[in-house]
């Protein structure tokens, strides 16, 4: 994971393929597959294996890379605290280009803080705000998403809409230029403020047996225009797709 670039927290989504809606069985493990489309600019875009480690009780949850305790839960309604890790980074050494090799590294870190989710026959609510926990960028982001799930049997699929919000701090931490970079590299300074990046989803999961579960993931975000301006940045857009199987106990 040390190599693994991501300009967004697309990790922190339910990588499982499996909601808490959905979920009936307490513990489900299981193997995938990342795909996450690099947004700098002599990036490479990444494949990352990903084990399925997901926990359901009544006070605590895990999933993969995030878990919580729930501050109140039931039918509806769930609202939990949250920690999460965030893989998002860049390392000027997996970089091809000489500018860019130059700059900065900007590290993964720990997020935390507040989890919501709102369940009703018209659809899905799903919100989180969290906070740089380590210090690495001291940014907050704050993510919003509405689904609407289909069953069609053993098979069912949720489309989304959302935006997540990201705080000025976060933004420039992952893609600001300072000026002492860009004394170094040529590249010019850039401090872009908070910003907005609407996205759209889709999951699917089918049930092979009534223990095994495969599931699919995709997101596609449109880059904030605080983002796609900074020159580290040579994308407009970015892609994230997570494909996997699992077993429920």
């Known amino acids: 994971m040390n190599r693994f670039k991501i300009s967004a927290l697309a990790l922190?989504?339910?990588?499982?393929?499996?909601?808490?809606?959905?979920?009936?069985?307490?513990?489900?493990?299981?193997?995938?597959?990342?795909?996450v489309q690099s947004p700098?600019?002599?990036?490479?875009?990444?494949?990352?294996?990903?084990?399925?480690i997901n926990y359901e009780s009544d006070s605590f949850w895990l999933r993969t890379l995030q878990g919580g305790y729930y501050l109140w839960k039931d039918?509806?309604?769930?609202?939990?605290?949250?920690?999460a890790g965030s893989a998002q980074r860049y390392d000027p050494d997996?970089?091809?280009?000489?500018?860019?090799?130059?700059?900065?590294?900007?590290?993964?870190?720990?997020?935390?803080?507040?989890?919501?989710r709102h369940i009703a026959e018209w659809g899905i609510v799903r919100t989180n705000l969290l906070g740089d926990v380590l210090g690495k960028s001291d940014g907050i982001v704050w993510d919003l998403t509405y689904l609407y799930r289909f069953e069609f049997g053993d098979f069912s699929v949720a489309p989304g809409i959302g935006a997540t919000w990201t705080s000025a701090n976060q933004n420039r931490y992952y893609y600001g230029v300072s000026s002492h970079e860009s004394a170094h590299t040529g590249i010019r300074?850039?401090?872009p403020d908070d910003s907005w990046s609407p996205y759209l989803e889709l999951s699917a999961n089918?049930?092979?047996?009534?223990?095994?579960?495969?599931?699919?993931?995709?997101?596609?975000?449109?880059?904030?225009?605080?983002?796609?301006?900074?020159?580290?940045?040579?994308?407009?857009?970015?892609?994230?797709?997570?494909?996997?199987?699992?077993?429920?106990?």
Request: contains cysteine; glycine residues 8%.
């Open 12 to 35: 922190l989504l339910p990588l499982c393929g499996v909601t808490q809606a959905e979920q009936t069985s307490p513990l489900t493990l299981g193997a995938s597959v990342a795909y």
């Open 40 to 52: 700098y600019k002599g990036g490479q875009d990444r494949y990352l294996p990903l084990p399925v």
């Open 75 to 83: 039918q509806q309604d769930q609202l939990s605290v949250t920690l």
């Open 94 to 116: 997996d970089n091809d280009l000489g500018a860019m090799k130059g700059l900065d590294e900007r590290h993964m870190t720990l997020m935390g803080g507040l989890e919501y």
């Open 189 to 191: 300074r850039y401090q």
């Open 206 to 249: 089918y049930r092979l047996t009534e223990r095994w579960n495969t599931s699919v993931y995709a997101r596609y975000t449109r880059l904030a225009d605080e983002i796609k301006d900074s020159p580290m940045v040579d994308t407009d857009s970015q892609l994230t797709t997570w494909a996997g199987i699992s077993y429920s106990f």
